[in-house]
């Protein structure tokens, strides 16, 4: 119950805490992170939401048009990013090294909820690099 309180409640926010919600697909993991963003918002913090293959087309993309400050800064206003369907579909190096640098710019600073139904013995998949994605795990 205690556990439940401290979700519901956002105590996470205030320490930086990230959270993993695993599962199947179908189980409302999705579900369950907007309605902790919604409530976030409702609290008066700044929340970002984005399905992962598409921030990392947008990263890409901003990195090649020279733009990538921009996105960058925007996500660091953020008091917490939620990550979705983390892991669905695999990114080349370059993607996940852009990945990986909002994920360690959040380290300490925000929080991030990944959805994901990939275990996380199964990350390095995702990144192509099993380094990369002990690094994550670890951060």
Not at 108 to 116: L, P
Request: hydrophobic letters at 45%; proline letters at 1%; a neutral charge.
């Amino acid at each position: 119950m205690k556990q439940n309180n401290q979700l519901t409640s956002l105590e996470f926010l205030d320490h930086a805490q990230d959270l993993v919600f695993y599962g199947r697909t179908g189980r409302g993991k999705t579900h369950l992170a907007i309605a902790l963003g919604v409530k976030a918002i409702g609290q008066g913090r700044a929340v970002r939401f984005c399905q992962t293959a598409e921030l990392v087309l947008q990263l890409g993309k901003a990195k090649r048009a020279g733009s990538l400050d921009q996105i960058l800064k925007d996500l660091a206003r953020a008091d917490l990013i939620i990550l979705d369907e983390f892991g669905y579909v695999p990114f080349d190096i370059d993607g996940a090294r852009l990945l990986y640098q909002i994920i360690a710019g959040a380290y300490e600073r925000r929080s991030i909820i990944f959805t994901t139904n990939i275990e996380f013995g199964k990350w390095g998949t995702i990144f192509a690099d099993d380094k990369l994605a002990a690094a994550i795990v670890d951060a």
